[in-house]
Structures are given as C-alpha cells and as structure tokens.
C-alpha cells in the first residue's frame, strides 16, 4: 500500500510578501522594492570578468535576496535564496 507523501519542500512552501512576490526575477536592472535591506556583497569571477552579488533582506517576510550585478549576462538579476 502506498501513501502520498508530499515532497519535504511542499510541506512548507515559503511566503513571498506582495511587494517581494512582484519583482521580477533573473532579468538585470529590474527594481527591487524599499523593504528591501542591503546586506554584504561580494566578488565572483567569471570567465567574462568580475561579478557583484549583493545581498538583500525584505524587512516585512524575511526573504533572503541576492542581485547579480553582470553586465554580460542579462538574466542575472534578482534570485531568492532563502529565509
């Protein structure tokens, strides 16, 4: 007898704000919004140059954010990270 099971990361899917759930995401220059709290950034190094990724946190739902900063690439961008 088999049991439907859900997978672990549908038991507790995360919740996006409004105003996190509207930003577009993976495309360079889209806006975030003004809960959004700078945190550290750092360099990577791609084979095209250097990269800037910043780290943001929504002050209202605790969504963990980085920006890709890659002027080569233009769906670098927004991503969310976590909690």
Known sequence: MTQDVKPQNDVNPMKLCDSCADIQRNWRKAPGHPELVQGTNRTETHKHGQVTIT?????????????????????????????
């Open 55 to 83: 780290r943001y946190r929504c002050e209202r739902c605790g969504t963990a954010w980085e920006y890709e900063n890659n002027k080569v690439n233009r769906h670098a961008g927004w991503s969310v990270v976590g909690r």
